[in-house]
């Protein structure tokens, strides 16, 4: 069998064959020594106005949530994903904190672009049965494009399937609701895989990820009028981004982008949607790099803050951060980096991005089951016909989990002296 190696200051991902290399995530960590990643020293006085804020108007994020929701209907939350949905235990960590919070504030659906829609009726079973279903974790996680969070995404699960075991009878309990679309790349792996825009758009099913997201939203949540947290990548939670980029990368596969789910949810509902941001780390818009948030702005405070005000949640509107751009979102070039206030309503801190971790994959992730289901998502092969067993698909994952953990290790703590 092949042999697989990753160079950490290379990439993070790369899907190999026998006969050559797959590159297609080649998400180059440049500056994952640290020479190129940095946090700013501040001043007394700027330590004063940025964590002073902070201080004075954070809140614990379910009750920032709690008060968004008595005037809003749609909460976006933000995360992480590069394609792939990461899964960072962090990101998990908020998300089944605000359970309660949620129903207290009569809002029962939760949205997540991490497993897909046509997967539904699993998903109703999944929250809903007297037994927890690992079976169908499995199974809607492999045919998704998170399996890399496998741990995290099934611990969210689990905390949703406990919270409506524990309800009084009578509650109405959370249901879960699929936005993802299917995607396939089989077709694109290998020496003889297909290449150029007909096969990403074969890969996409022929729809744009962020247009089938709000029409699921719309008819699942908006028609009925309910109320949703809506949990996705980040980069889809924005409620304003120059569009050129997308609307000319859509355009190769002969497709029309409209926005972001968010920016159409707010046409749809103006007033009435609020977009969060959970502190991640941020792709440039070379894609071949990342970096820290307002140049590590962020960061450099969360060593101000003390770790029992950790996490905290606060509006960005009228903060002393909403005119500070935020570098390498998806800008579409350094000259205009577009404003933090522009791109959210609320961010969320939940501690320094080097502490952020990925966990491993338990040896049953991957079945003999949903091995081919996984094998459609994320290609991985021993040679260019021949899939990997699940135990060496497993392995490779989780050689990958350990590098992203090394590299979000080896992130800058503390401004340089």
């Known amino acids: 069998m092949k042999q697989f190696s990753l160079s950490k200051s290379l990439m993070l991902f790369v899907v190999v064959s026998l006969l050559g290399v797959f590159a297609f995530i080649a998400f180059f960590l440049r500056g994952c020594d640290g020479e190129s990643i940095s946090m700013p020293k501040l001043s007394e006085k700027e330590i004063e106005a940025f964590a002073g804020y902070i201080t004075r108007e954070g809140m614990p994020p379910a009750a920032f949530v709690g008060t968004v929701f008595e005037d809003h209907d749609l909460v976006f939350f933000g995360d992480?994903?590069?394609?792939?949905?990461?899964?960072?235990?962090?990101n998990v960590d908020v998300v089944i904190n605000l359970l309660p919070a949620?129903?207290?504030?009569?809002?029962?659906?939760?949205?997540?672009?991490?497993?897909l829609a046509e997967d539904q009726p699993l998903l109703d079973r999944l929250v809903s049965e007297r037994a927890f279903n690992e079976e169908i974790v499995r199974t809607v996680l492999a045919k998704s494009t998170a399996l890399l969070g496998f741990s995290e995404y099934r611990r969210f699960f689990k905390a949703v399937w406990e919270f409506n075991r524990a309800l009084p009878r009578g509650r109405e309990p959370l249901r879960v609701i699929g936005l993802g679309t299917k995607i396939t790349l089989?077709?694109?792996?290998?020496?003889?895989?297909?290449?150029?825009?007909?096969?990403?758009?074969?890969?996409?099913?022929?729809?744009?990820?962020?247009?089938f997201i709000f029409e699921v939203i719309d008819r699942e949540i908006i028609a009925p009028g309910r109320k949703a947290l809506l949990w996705m990548r980040n980069d889809f939670c924005m409620k304003s981004v120059p569009l050129e980029d997308r609307?000319?990368?859509?355009?190769?596969?002969?497709?029309?982008?409209?926005?972001?789910?968010?920016?159409?949810?707010?046409?749809?509902?103006?007033?009435?949607?609020f977009c969060i941001l959970?502190?991640?780390?941020?792709?440039?818009?070379?894609?071949?790099?990342?970096?820290?948030?307002?140049?590590g702005l962020f960061d450099t405070l969360i060593g101000e803050l003390p770790e029992s005000s950790l996490p905290v949640a606060f509006t960005v509107a009228g903060s002393p951060f909403a005119d500070r751009p935020l570098l390498g979102a998806s800008e579409p070039d350094a000259d205009s980096p577009i404003a933090l206030g522009k791109l959210c309503d609320g961010y969320v801190l939940s501690g320094?991005?080097?502490?952020?971790?990925?966990?491993?994959?338990?040896?049953?992730?991957?079945?003999?089951?949903?091995?081919?289901?996984?094998?459609?998502?994320?290609?991985?092969?021993?040679?260019?016909?021949?899939?990997?067993?699940?135990?060496?698909?497993?392995?490779?994952?989780?050689?990958?989990?350990?590098?992203?953990?090394?590299?979000?290790?080896?992130?800058?703590?503390?401004?340089?002296?």
């Open 186 to 211: 089989e077709h694109l792996a290998g020496e003889k895989g297909e290449q150029g825009p007909d096969a990403w758009k074969k890969a996409l099913g022929g729809k744009v990820p962020e247009q």
């Open 352 to 417: 320094p991005l080097a502490d952020y971790r990925l966990t491993p994959l338990p040896d049953d992730a991957v079945t003999a089951d949903t091995l081919p289901l996984a094998m459609q998502v994320f290609p991985l092969s021993a040679d260019d016909t021949t899939p990997l067993s699940q135990a060496s698909y497993v392995e490779f994952i989780n050689n990958q989990i350990a590098l992203t953990n090394d590299i979000m290790d080896e992130l800058p703590r503390k401004p340089a002296d």
């Open 278 to 295: 959970h502190h991640n780390i941020w792709i440039k818009t070379d894609s071949k790099s990342f970096s820290f948030p307002l140049d």
């Open 80 to 90: 992480f994903a590069y394609f792939f949905n990461f899964g960072f235990r962090q």
């Open 247 to 273: 609307t000319s990368y859509y355009e190769k596969m002969e497709l029309s982008y409209n926005g972001t789910p968010a920016m159409l949810a707010l046409q749809k509902k103006p007033g009435r949607v």
């Open 102 to 115: 949620l129903s207290d504030k009569g809002v029962h659906v939760i949205g997540m672009e991490q497993v």
